[in-house]
């Protein structure tokens, strides 16, 4: 269930900008957030908490733990 919440959270927040550009500002690999995307993969702590900060968002609205 949280992996799918996130992967959609995850969608709607990176909007227009590709994939690419915001793996390079978050600081992760680009074929991991594309698995992350695809719930190809579960998400680590360090990148969770990589991609809330860069969001600006609280972990628990990411994976579906609240709805704000």
């Known amino acids: 269930m949280y992996i799918e919440k996130f992967a959609e959270r995850l969608k709607e ?12 500002k978050i600081g992760i690999n680009q074929q991991t957030l594309s698995r992350y995307l695809l719930c190809q993969r579960e ?8 991609i809330a900060d860069y969001f600006h968002e609280d972990l628990d609205f990411l994976t579906g733990r609240k709805d704000y």
Do not use: M
Request: hydrophobic content about 40%.
């Open 43 to 50: 998400i680590g702590l360090e990148n969770l908490c990589r």
């Open 13 to 24: 927040l990176i909007g227009e900008e590709s994939i690419s550009s915001v793996a390079k």
